[in-house]
């Protein structure tokens, strides 16, 4: 596993961290039931804060990319699909909600397509 914290990044810490994981876990680099660094170790490795690893662990323990098995470990969890219902959920409940706002279709689209631009920085 290879993750690179970039401190001019406008990302904080945890966050590239999170996301590095999680692109690594989805694309196959990391796969399913690889055993990650402890919170300590990986917090170590790359010169953070404790804290700023474990909340890393934490959103992607709550996004369903790794699981936790106490005593054993921290590992890669089995989530792709699990992480496209949960997407295609949040879809249905935004669609839902903007029928119910009155939004015509493609400005329910248009704010979407705003929203990923400024979450995925294009």
Known sequence: ????????????????????ISEQARGGVLPVGYRLPTVRGLAESLGLAVNTVAKAYRALETDGVIETRGRNGTFVAAAGSAAQREASAAAQAYADRARRLGLAEAEALSAVRDALRATYGR
């Open 1 to 20: 596993m290879t993750l690179k914290i970039r401190i001019d990044d406008s990302a904080p810490p945890y966050e590239q961290v999170r996301a590095q």
